[in-house]
């Protein structure tokens, strides 16, 4: 059997912790690579993670290194990684112990070549196209004279100077000038935020201007570069303010030139598309008044000329208003006697009139009204006393029918009228009670009795005794019997 505890055999192989070992490789490594340039395509790129720092991976076709870019450094870096961009970085080669892994942490980054950023602009504007961002149906007009331009540019640069010299030889105008860095990491940043800014009035003044121009020098394609940014595209398509764009010399080309209302090929071009020659445009306005001036004279003297031959084809005065005149004098002079011949007749009409109305004609009409009145109360005195006869005659015939259908005539047949204390009538003999006193009535007259018994088994209560009502009077010429 072997031992419970065997002892270790001696040897000479150094014993490491895990700690010691992971930083014995991290000083190795560090040591044996130093400072680097690492050529490779920026794979996993996802911006800055939310403490600053940020971390992607450097690949080729054979193998993959981690990256990290510290957030200081980040900051100062004058070109961004971007997805599947070839690149090289400067930095070291470390090594993370807390993940067994080595990595480079760049201090530098460049594009690998003109042709990987050629290739990778070909791309964003490829995808901004096809969103229709640089479509001409988008392009807005420029305003013929802007009363404030604003630009956006570096402030200290001679771009600024070209401009404001340009704009003061052509047209002096109200300036806004937007400070902006126009090269480096934050380029796109400020150029973006100025347009914005432009079209929601965040100046000073708070104006809004009429006209934007976005300008700078001449330059690389890296140094250009801010002005391919996505951002900056996006918000020179939403200005609802239209937009110069003036970036770089003539040869030179960005992507905001193809959003752009209008592509200058220099900040100088840009200040004379901007506005007019003050000079050409007053010796126009001249040249047109004077023109003006000389239409209106033609014009009026063919009007005058048209007047004056129109005015030679009209007859004379004397020609237009000799035959009214004429008739006018031969109308008043039969005037007087039209007027003397209807006196004449309303006359003898009066006369006729006034013989109608003689005195004994008069008389004798009043006499015929009168006696006409008379028949007629009379006529009507004799109608009311008819009606009031025949109202009569029925009134009769309706007391008779009373009569005919009254209780009265019950009673005369041999009946009679059975009345309580009260002057209610007695309907049943379950309603009198023993002691109560009845009144009678018969066709000749009225008798009281008082009710021995009834017809209930059960004694009735006492009755107080009511004060005696008086009887009614018997209808007719029948007499009380009490």
């Known amino acids: 059997m072997a031992p419970r505890n065997p002892q270790p055999e001696p040897t000479n192989i150094t014993e490491y912790s895990v700690s010691e070992l992971a930083f014995e490789l991290k000083r190795t490594v560090e040591d044996a690579y130093g400072l680097i340039r690492l050529r490779g395509e920026v794979s996993g790129y996802r911006g800055p993670h939310s403490s600053g720092h940020c971390y992607f991976k450097l690949k080729d076709e054979k193998a993959v290194i981690e990256a990290v870019v510290w957030r200081g450094v980040f900051g100062r870096l004058k070109f961004q990684p971007e997805e599947g961009l070839e690149i090289v970085a400067k930095g070291k080669i470390t090594t993370f112990p807390g993940g067994s892994k080595y990595q480079i942490v760049i201090e530098e980054l460049e594009p690998a070549g003109a042709g990987a950023l050629m290739a990778l602009l070909e791309q964003r504007k490829k995808q901004l196209a096809a969103e229709g961002l640089f479509d001409e149906e988008h392009k807005q007009e ?61 100046t000073a003044d708070g104006i809004l201007p009429d006209l934007i121009i976005v300008a700078r020098g001449g330059g690389s394609l890296e140094d250009l570069w801010g002005f391919n940014e996505e951002t900056v595209v996006r918000a020179a398509a939403a200005s609802a303010i239209p937009l110069i764009s003036a970036v770089g010399h003539e040869t030179d080309w960005t992507l905001i030139d193809l959003v752009a209302d209008y592509r200058a090929p220099t900040p100088t071009a840009a200040a004379e598309r901007a506005v007019p020659v003050r000079s050409e445009l007053l010796n126009t306005v001249r040249t047109s008044g004077v023109r003006m001036a000389g239409t209106m004279r033609r014009a009026l003297e063919h009007w005058r000329s048209r007047v004056t031959a129109s005015a030679r084809g009209l007859p004379r005065r004397e020609a237009i208003l000799g035959l009214p005149r004429q008739r006018l004098d031969t109308a008043s002079r039969r005037l007087l006697q039209s007027l003397r011949a209807n006196t004449q007749s309303h006359r003898a009409v009066l006369a006729r009139e006034a013989e109608a109305l003689r005195p004994g004609l008069v008389v004798r009409r009043v006499v015929t009204a009168r006696e006409l009145l008379v028949r007629l109360d009379r006529d009507r005195a004799r109608a009311i006393t008819a009606r009031v006869e025949r109202a009569r005659q029925r009134l009769d015939a309706q007391v008779k029918l009373l009569g005919t259908l009254g209780y009265h005539n019950v009673l005369a047949r041999g009946f009679a009228l059975v009345r309580d204390a009260d002057g209610a009538m007695a309907r049943s003999a379950g309603a009198v009670r023993p002691g109560e006193v009845l009144d009678i009535q018969f066709a000749d007259g009225h008798i009281e009795v008082e009710v021995l018994q009834g017809t209930s088994t059960e004694p009735a209560p006492p009755k107080p005794k009511r004060p005696k009502k008086p009887k009614p009077a018997p209808d007719g010429d029948q007499g009380s019997l009490l």
């Open 142 to 202: 420029l305003p013929f004279l802007p009363g404030v331009i604003g630009v956006v540019t570096s402030p200290t640069g001679a771009v600024i100077r070209d401009i404001l010299h340009r704009l003061s030889d052509r047209f002096p105008s109200h300036v806004i000038v937007w400070p902006v860095r126009v090269q480096g990491e934050t380029s796109a940043a400020e150029v973006a935020a100025a347009i914005a800014g432009f079209n929601v009035g965040a």
